[in-house]
């Protein structure tokens, strides 16, 4: 946004203050892009079905030892090494490509 505002000064004011206000945008431009790198930098990706583990849901059918859970409103394909019937709760312990790893959930 500082840039376009930066441009926009250099084309409407007169000569010296045009260009004095376009350095001066550049400056706070690279500092906002700084600031903001700063920021995000070591944020980790929240999106995808890493993001699941540890997270709490419901199966939907009999999973034998594969079947469909919903979790976090979506369904999912799961895998659990117990049996778990529809409706018990489960907790998400691995994935394995798409298909979640799960296992009954006593505090469900």
Same mark, same amino acid.
């Given at each position: 946004?500082? /840039?376009? &505002?930066?441009? +926009? =000064?250099?084309? !409407?004011?007169?000569?010296?203050?045009? /260009?004095?206000?376009?350095? !001066?945008? =550049?400056?706070?431009?690279?500092?906002?892009?700084?600031?903001?790198?700063?920021? &995000?930098?070591?944020? @980790?990706?929240?999106?995808?079905?890493?993001? =699941?583990?540890?997270? @709490?849901?419901?199966?939907?059918?009999?999973?034998?030892?594969?079947?469909?859970?919903?979790?976090?409103?979506?369904?999912?394909?799961? @895998?659990?090494?117990?049996?778990?019937?529809?409706?018990?709760? $489960? @907790? !998400? +312990?691995?994935?394995?490509?798409? $298909?979640? $790893?799960?296992?009954?959930?006593?505090?469900?």
């Amino acid at each position: 946004m500082l /840039l376009i &505002v930066a441009f +926009v =000064l250099l084309l !409407v004011l007169p000569s010296p203050w045009g /260009l004095t206000a376009f350095l !001066v945008g =550049l400056v706070l431009f690279g500092i906002e892009v700084g600031l903001w790198n700063r920021t &995000v930098r070591h944020k @980790r990706p929240s999106v995808g079905a890493e993001t =699941l583990i540890g997270e @709490r849901g419901t199966a939907i059918s009999t999973l034998v030892p594969d079947g469909q859970v919903r979790v976090g409103g979506t369904i999912w394909e799961a @895998r659990s090494l117990a049996p778990v019937q529809p409706g018990d709760a $489960v @907790r !998400v +312990v691995d994935r394995d490509e798409l $298909v979640l $790893v799960v296992e009954p959930d006593p505090a469900g």
